[in-house]
């Protein structure tokens, strides 16, 4: 392999490594906070992309791709919540609920899968990249789009970290993910507190759905 392959292989590993750390950084909020584990976590990132397509596209209702990113973050971070209002809290007392969760969160993933079917058809769709041009680095061309995930990628996980280590609501939802009953006994909203934890995690997914569509196919 030449230099210049590896330096290419390196720069595409940053592009998708990025938004692999984005996706998991999400479903690892869900499970420190709720100890299980999100089998929609995918569908989710899946859904963000989708509603971003149907807002930013002429196809759509062509309004761009700043509104449809915002939109699509924000109506992921509500499936998010109705997730968990309605398929994690009814069992959350339930001695098995990790695999309760399993269960439930599939046939969750299953429903959105197909309403997006429904909605959306079977063609692959892609989303505009965010900005035009290339970038050079080291000898490397990438597209300006990919350079800018890879730059704010990591600034969106130390805000998130920020937020969980500075912030009153992500110390709240640090002390749940510690001891939930300790938590409770000092007043914590435990069930508000999971609400966000999954809003947040699903509002990430959302987010690296929309920077995921505008390298690769939707379908």
Same mark, same amino acid.
């Given at each position: 392999?030449? $230099? =210049?392959?590896?330096?290419?292989? $390196? ?19 869900? /499970? ?9 976590? &995918? ?9 971003? /397509? =149907? ?5 759509? /209702? ?9 939109? +699509?973050? !924000?109506?992921?971070?509500?499936? &998010? ?10 069992? =959350? ?8 969760? !399993?269960?439930?969160?599939?046939? #969750?993933?299953?429903?959105? @899968?197909?309403? +997006?079917?429904? %909605? /959306?058809? #079977? ?9 035009? #041009?290339? !970038? ?9 789009? @990919?350079? $800018?995930?890879? %730059? ?28 939930? @009953?300790?938590? @409770? ?5 435990? =069930? ?6 999954? #809003? ?20």
């Amino acid at each position: 392999m030449t $230099l =210049q392959a590896f330096l290419y292989t $390196l720069a595409s590993g940053l592009v998708l490594g990025s938004l692999y750390a984005l996706m998991a950084t999400g479903l690892a909020v869900v /499970w420190t906070t709720l100890g299980i584990f999100n089998f929609s976590h &995918g569908v989710f990132i899946s859904a963000g992309a989708y509603i971003a /397509w =149907q807002v930013a596209d002429t196809a759509g /209702w062509g309004l761009g791709l700043t509104v449809a990113a915002v939109t +699509a973050v !924000v109506s992921v971070f509500s499936i &998010g919540i109705l997730f968990q209002i309605f398929l994690i809290r009814p069992f =959350q007392k339930k001695a098995n609920l990790v695999l309760l969760a !399993v269960i439930t969160t599939l046939a #969750g993933s299953s429903l959105l @899968e197909n309403t +997006a079917i429904l %909605l /959306w058809g #079977g063609r692959s769709k892609q989303l505009p990249r965010v900005i035009d #041009g290339n !970038v050079s680095l080291f000898g490397v061309t990438i597209s300006a789009h @990919e350079g $800018l995930i890879i %730059l704010l990628v990591p600034v969106l996980i130390t805000m998130l970290w920020f937020f969980l280590h500075k912030t009153h609501l992500g110390l709240s939802m640090r002390a749940v993910a510690q001891n939930r @009953e300790s938590a @409770e006994l000092i007043g914590l909203n435990i =069930q508000g507190l999971y609400m966000m934890a999954f #809003g947040i995690s699903a509002a990430l997914a959302g987010l690296a759905g929309v920077f995921l569509g505008s390298i690769r196919f939707i379908t």
